[in-house]
């Protein structure tokens, strides 16, 4: 059973586009955190949100907690976007999705 | 600014063989974490240290032990390492444990190969 579900699993979008990587979680939860892991890399923290949208540069993140589920958008996507993006929710532990792997294509 | 710093970045070892990993913060957080990170799946916790001085098992804690040898560091130690814990492995830490985390922050990941 999976607290965290994201989707797609994987994207391929052309440079510029607008991405959207969609999160559902079943659990409670006190927030939500997305993630970004290159390849080959670590992993860090892009947001942490607990109600309604935040947004850093071309990055957006949104949550509906009545609807158990969180989005994030990229606005005008650029090939250094590729990694892969990690949903996480914090309830009574830490819960992890699988991860979306993005590639951008120049 | 180091925020968490785990080594070895890579290790191979032979089944059978021992080896720790180390892992330290200089954020002054409460809490630390070891993570395994496989194929298709997500972040496995092993074991977690809500606070210096505990240490609590996660969801996949058989074959390795930890340490929390001060607020700073938190050790993960395989004491007899077999193929199936080949895995890439981060650690990571939090101000505080339970609902109320905040912002979780990962070291660089270590990636062990157990032939």
């Known amino acids: 059973k999976n607290e965290v579900e994201q989707s797609p699993q994987n994207l391929t979008a052309q440079e510029g586009e607008f991405i959207t990587i969609n999160c559902s979680y079943s659990?409670?939860?006190?927030?939500l955190h997305w993630l970004q892991q290159h390849p080959g890399g670590g992993i860090v923290s892009l947001f942490m949100?607990?109600?309604g949208k935040k947004k850093h540069g071309r990055l957006i993140a949104t949550i509906n907690i009545q609807e158990k589920h969180s989005s994030l958008h990229i606005t005008a996507s650029h090939p250094r976007d590729s990694a892969v993006y990690i949903c996480a929710v914090t309830g009574n532990q830490f819960y992890f999705g699988t991860g979306t792997s993005l590639t951008v294509i120049p | 600014n180091a925020g968490v710093t785990q080594t070895p970045k890579f290790q191979v070892l032979k089944t059978g063989q021992s080896m720790t990993l180390q892992c330290a913060q200089d954020m002054n957080h409460n809490s630390m974490y070891w993570y395994r990170q496989d194929p298709g799946m997500g972040l496995r916790l092993i074991y977690y240290?809500?606070?210096?001085?505990?240490?609590d098992k996660g969801e996949v804690p058989n074959g390795y032990n930890v340490s929390r040898l001060n607020k700073r560091e938190f050790s993960l130690r395989l004491e007899s390492a077999a193929p199936s814990q080949t895995s890439v492995y981060f650690c990571a830490s939090s101000l505080t444990g339970g609902a109320n985390t905040g912002e979780l922050f990962f070291g660089e990941g270590s990636r062990l190969t157990v032939l």
């Open positions: 659990v409670g939860i006190s927030a």
């Open positions: 949100l607990s109600s």
């Open positions: 240290s809500a606070s210096e001085g505990t240490t």
